[in-house]
Nanobody, 127 residues
Framework: QVHLVQSGGGLMQPGGSLRLSCAASGRTLSDYGMGWFRQAPGKEREFVAV????????DYAESVEDRFAISRDNAQNTVTLQMNNLKPADTAIYYC????????????????????WGQGTQVTVSS
């Protein structure tokens, strides 16, 4: 069983940067994708970014692809989301996920059907 622990997040002004990290323990799933999702108040959880186990392929939501960067360290079993030029619309609870059936190309929702989820961390972008 995989256990995910998230860190980072917090309050930031528009235009600022934040970094989220997620550490996996237990049964690692290095062959599978890891990713980040977010849920804003009153909205459904949405895809943000995913990275394949080989760390070569990744995909981003259109709303973040020029501002966020996902990275992964399989030796440390961690995945990181660097968020730059933050906007108020980025305010949400962010969740990391492991065991995503993503290997290349575009992400599709069914890839995370059996994912393991982190505890969530609040990101608030406000002046």
């Amino acid at each position: 069983q995989v256990h995910l622990v998230q860190s980072g997040g917090g309050l930031m002004q528009p235009g600022g940067s934040l970094r989220l990290s997620c550490a996996a323990s237990g049964r690692t799933l290095s062959d599978y994708g890891m990713g980040w999702f977010r849920q804003a108040p009153g909205k459904e959880r949405e895809f943000v970014a995913v990275i394949a186990g080989n760390v070569i392929y990744n995909d981003y939501a259109e709303s973040v692809e020029d501002r966020f960067a996902i990275s992964r360290d399989n030796a440390q079993n961690t995945v990181t989301l660097q968020m730059n030029n933050l906007k108020p619309a980025d305010t949400a609870i962010y969740y990391c996920a492991a065991g995503i059936k993503y290997w290349r190309g575009s992400y599709s929702p069914n890839m995370a059907e059996r994912a393991t989820w982190g505890q969530g961390t609040q990101v608030t972008v406000s002046s």
